[in-house]
């Protein structure tokens, strides 16, 4: 598949677009708070737990240590993990596929205590429960 050159010139100013919007500069992890620190072109510095990243979640702290960013400033990668942050998507607060960030969340969801859970779980109860897997064959 062959880029044409008005493709490139599209796609040349989109990148220049999305660091107009802030792209890092330098990023450190800490591993006292367990968050990464980007310092971003704009002045502004921006900090986010490695727990809520995909594919830093769970990472020790030597292999969450050393990143790389960039030459466009717009990605943050951890070669020991294989791992990849795209900046603008950070700043967005998306730290994932789309497919990642609902797990997160379902799983989220599914420990959240309420009185409404609590509630549909006793009349589930009072029903007798989850109706029993059937075995098939």
Known sequence: MEITEKEFEHAEKRMAA???AGHALSARY???SRRV???LNT???IAFPTDLAEGLAGASAVDLAEIEVSPTGLGL???RLDADVYVPAVLQGVFGS????AAQLGATGGRVRSQAKAAAARENGRKGGRPRKVANG
Request: charged share 35%.
């Open 30 to 32: 800490d591993r006292r």
């Open 98 to 101: 789309k497919r990642w960030m």
């Open 43 to 45: 002045g502004v510095q």
């Open 77 to 79: 990668h951890w070669p």
């Open 18 to 20: 999305l660091r107009k």
């Open 37 to 39: 620190f980007v310092n």
